[in-house]
Every structure is written in C-alpha cells, then in structure tokens.
C-alpha cells in the first residue's frame, strides 16, 4: 500500500468514526468520541447519558450544556467545570446547586450569584417553576 493510500484510508476511517457518534448506545450524535448512552451531542469526548450536549468532555447527565467539563446534572449551562447540578450557569467552576450564575468557584446554592440557604434555595426554585 502506498502513502496515498494510506491516508486515503485512515481519512475514510475517520469521518466515519466522526459520523458514527463513536458511543456506546449513544444515538443521533455527530464528532463525538467514547461517549455512552447520549443523545444528539456534538464534539463530546467520554461523556456519559448526556442529551443535546456540545463540546462538553467528561460530563455525566446533562442536558443543553456547551463546553462543560467535568460536570454532573447540569442544564443549559457554558463553559462550567467540575460542577454538579448547575442550571442556566456560565463560567462557573467546582460549585454545586447553583441557578443563573456566572463566574463563581466553589459555591452552593446560590440564585443570580447571591447566596442562599439550602432550604431557600429549593423553596425559591419551586417558586420560579411554578410562575
């Protein structure tokens, strides 16, 4: 085999790994590499049942988040790493149990970055659902 065939071949080889979504039980996803049971994501690297996802690379049950690393339970969220139950978040990095924050690093339960009580926190995001 020659060089040009070579890399014809591995070319060929690679768009289709880039079609195939390149995940186990993964389905409707485009670019991504060793991810699981995830749904309609883009450029994902080992993500695992995340839905709608871009860019995110080791991120565990999120849903409309892009460019996430290393996050679980988030929603809707930019560029946030290492969280966990993140929701609407930019930015942020090692929180948890955030609403509509940007910027923080190693917060709990905060809403629009203001702080609050674990038991406000919960009181006031069923309140948001409910309007």
Known sequence: MQKREIDAEIAR???????????YGSSGCEGSVSCQFCERCSDCTRCTRCST???C???????????C????????????ERSAYLVRCFACIECTYCFGCVGLSGQEFHIFN???????????L??????
């Open 13 to 23: 080889l690679e768009a289709s790994f880039a079609r195939s979504g390149a995940g």
């Open 53 to 55: 996802c871009e860019g």
């Open 57 to 67: 690379v080791e991120c565990t049950n999120c849903a409309e988040c892009i460019a």
């Open 69 to 80: 690393r290393g996050c679980t339970q988030c929603q809707l969220c930019r560029s946030c």
């Open 114 to 124: 203001v702080p609050c009580s674990r038991k406000e926190y919960f009181a006031r």
């Open 126 to 131: 069923k309140e948001m659902a409910g309007r």
